[in-house]
């Protein structure tokens, strides 16, 4: 499956600068989510998601969480990351996912 990094007109990819900030360990987890989901699908085993709203899900890693979206192709775009800090995904996280899918998906 292909996965692609949103990326800001300015050039910069908001996903891939937050999981360089992690510490080791939690970069390690995310990117081995990410490449299970390469090579095998978003039914990778080991992967959790969950579905936010309509097309935007998000891929849980340890308290670290990645928005994404499936566009036609299939790509995978990953279009937000931020760190869980209660039950509920904050709504100002899922406005950003969100402004960014809708880019992504025209």
């Known amino acids: ?9 300015a050039g910069a990819e908001p996903v891939r600068d937050y999981l360089r900030g992690l510490p080791k ?11 299970a989901i390469q090579r095998h699908g978003l039914d990778a085993p ?9 097309k935007l899900w998000e ?5 670290d969480r990645i928005f994404y979206c499936v ?3 299939p790509i995978v775009w990953l ?22 899918m809708a880019e992504v998906l025209g």
């Open 1 to 9: 499956m292909d996965v692609r990094f949103y990326r800001t007109e």
């Open 25 to 35: 360990a939690e970069r390690q987890a995310a990117g081995a989510a990410i490449r």
């Open 46 to 54: 080991g992967v959790s998601t969950r579905q936010i709203h309509g």
């Open 59 to 63: 891929i849980r890693t340890s308290d």
């Open 71 to 73: 566009a036609a192709g």
């Open 79 to 100: 279009l937000h990351a931020y760190r869980k800090g209660s039950q509920r995904a904050p709504k100002r996280e899922i406005t950003t996912a969100a402004g960014r």
